[in-house]
């Protein structure tokens, strides 16, 4: 029997060059309820807010880490997003997330993310998510993976097969 053909490894779209367009375009961030700053972002920053609503919270009755990881992940994304190129894009390959205090429903949640270091592969970013009233509620670090629309996608060989006895 003929194997099936895998379909081709996922590559994200190529971001749109400045973060005005690219926040109208939505995403996740947007379908969890946050949004892009475009007044408090730039060349190498990007701030991301939104209201905690009670689809928000976990067991516990306090906003899920999830939702810290995604705010903060946007915001350092955007950051990144916002040095490349037109013929680049990225993706977020680790991100680490330090839970300070917890926020509860009403809330207002704001995330900045800044770019530290951008070579020519990778970016280094960190963020900080802040309540309303300027309490530092989480931090995190990242690596984003950096390529152009010239460079192929690279082939992994192929595993030997096994031999059944």
Same mark, same amino acid.
């Given at each position: 029997?003929?194997?099936?053909?895998?379909?081709?490894?996922?590559?994200? &779209?190529?971001?749109?060059?400045?973060?005005? *367009? #690219? +926040? =109208?375009? @939505?995403?996740?961030?947007? $379908?969890? /309820?946050?949004?892009?700053?475009?007044?408090?972002?730039?060349?190498?920053?990007?701030?991301?807010?939104?209201?905690?609503?009670?689809?928000?919270?976990?067991?516990?009755?306090?906003?899920?880490?999830?939702?810290?990881?995604?705010?903060?992940?946007?915001?350092?994304?955007?950051?990144?997003?916002?040095?490349?190129?037109?013929?680049?894009?990225?993706?977020? &390959?680790?991100?680490?997330?330090?839970?300070? *205090? #917890? +926020? =509860?429903? @009403?809330?207002?949640?704001? $995330?900045? /993310?800044?770019?530290?270091?951008?070579?020519?592969?990778?970016?280094?970013?960190?963020?900080?998510?802040?309540?309303?009233?300027?309490?530092?509620?989480?931090?995190?670090?990242?690596?984003?993976?950096?390529?152009?629309?010239?460079?192929?996608?690279?082939?992994?060989?192929?595993?030997?097969?096994?031999?059944?006895?």
């Amino acid at each position: 029997m003929p194997r099936k053909a895998k379909p081709p490894e996922p590559r994200p &779209t190529r971001p749109l060059p400045d973060l005005y *367009r #690219a +926040a =109208r375009r @939505g995403g996740f961030h947007q $379908a969890v /309820g946050f949004r892009i700053v475009v007044s408090q972002s730039g060349r190498g920053f990007c701030t991301v807010a939104g209201r905690v609503e009670p689809r928000h919270l976990n067991i516990n009755g306090v906003v899920h880490g999830g939702v810290y990881a995604t705010i903060l992940d946007t915001a350092m994304g955007g950051s990144v997003v916002s040095l490349l190129t037109p013929d680049e894009t990225t993706a977020t &390959t680790s991100l680490y997330v330090e839970f300070l *205090r #917890a +926020a =509860r429903a @009403g809330e207002t949640l704001t $995330a900045r /993310g800044r770019v530290l270091r951008r070579g020519r592969h990778i970016a280094f970013a960190e963020g900080d998510l802040f309540a309303a009233d300027g309490r530092r509620l989480s931090q995190a670090r990242g690596t984003w993976y950096i390529w152009s629309s010239a460079e192929a996608p690279r082939s992994h060989p192929k595993p030997p097969r096994r031999r059944s006895s």
